[in-house]
Every structure is written in C-alpha cells, then in structure tokens.
C-alpha cells in the first residue's frame, strides 16, 4: 500500500517534497529493498527531496528503508538500528517424541526440507543458511555505506552487528543526520526543495478505511 500510495503521488506537480514518518521493527528483506529502491529513483529521476522522521522505532529492515532518504531525523530517544539479518529456526523433535508423532518428508533433493522442526539441522544446512545471511548482510551493510558516506568504516563495521541505539547515538554516529520533531522534518523537506515558511502547505496521503462487507478499500 505504500509504494501504491508513493507511485500515484509522487508524479503529482504540486508535491515538491516528501516526509515519511516511519515506526517500524522491520521485516521480510525483499519488501524493506524495493521501498528503498522506489525511494531512491523517486530522488534521482523526479528530483524531489525525502525526509523521514521517527519517534518510535526505526530498526532493521525500517532503517533500510529510511536508507533511501535525503535526511533522517529523530527523536532523541527513537530505537534505532538493529542493522542485520536473521532466520529463526525451532526443533521440535523431542516435542514430537512426546507426543508419540513421527514426521518425515520426501523429498526431490537433501536440502529441500531444510530447517524442518521435526529434526535436527545438520551441518551442511547450517552452512547454507549461513551463507544466505552472510550474503543478505552484505547488501545491507553496503546500502549503510553508500547512503551515509559521512561514517567512518570503523564506525560501520563496529556497529554494524545487530544493536540498537537511540537516537542521540545514532546521530553521532552518523547513522541519522539530526535530532528532531517531526515539524523539523517537514521543514527540513522544505528547505531541500527550495520552499520558504508560508509557500507552501503539508498534504496528508488519506488512510484508506477496509470495508469488511465488499472486501475493499475505501
């Protein structure tokens, strides 16, 4: 819904900026990428500023998206970072034993049941998936480094391992760019797109209210 929302908007004259309020912990890795990517070719190709601002949560795949943003700004105490990749796994065997279940696959190939609960992950799996974070990683920890080029490399590798910081922290990093409200952030997205105070106003997206009866939104 917001990349419907950024595509129908954004080709609209009279927007000349945008502002994204962000609260987010994250999620699914290939969702978090083409936000970012529309994000960026909405700057490169319509010339028009981002700003994104939050006061809650701004962690994992959230910070990847503000990634694609001229400017990032924060609360002094907003979550921010959480920079990496996970895959969750649960081996229920011993559950299963219990409970007098026995479960197995057929499979086309030895790896096509990988990460089952019934079994254990041998060590040849456990590879695999490690080189699939290790990879996914890398074009997270890559996306850092291109869109903050102000940060130091010792400052990205060092912190670059999963934590989360505050907000403050995360501007002294570099991480975010300044310690704000989010009326700071609109008259930051102002200011990049070359708007004086009383030249402009801020237009809302409208939410989009699910009607239950006919399966759509209205």
Partial sequence: RFLKNLKDYREEKGIKAIV???????????????IF?????TRNKLSKPIVCFSSGLMASGGYYVALGCDRIVVAPGTL???IGVIMNFANLEKLYDWAKIARYS??????KDSGSEYRPMREDEKKLFQGM?????AQFKTAVKDSRKEM???????????????????????????VGTYDDAVAEAAQLANLQEGQYEIF???????????????
């Fill in 80 to 82: 921010v970072g959480s």
């Fill in 152 to 178: 130091e490399s010792a400052v990205l590798d060092e912190y670059t391992d999963g934590r989360i910081f505050t907000g403050s922290k995360a501007v002294a990093l570099k991480f975010a760019d300044r």
């Fill in 204 to 218: 809302e997206i409208p939410k989009r209210i699910r009607d239950v009866f006919k399966g759509v939104y209205r």
């Fill in 133 to 137: 974070i290790d990879e996914v990683y």
């Fill in 106 to 111: 057929i499979t086309s190939g030895k790896f």
């Fill in 20 to 34: 994204i309020n962000i609260n987010s912990p994250g999620g699914a890795v290939g969702p978090s990428q083409e």
């Fill in 37 to 41: 990517a529309e994000l960026v070719k």
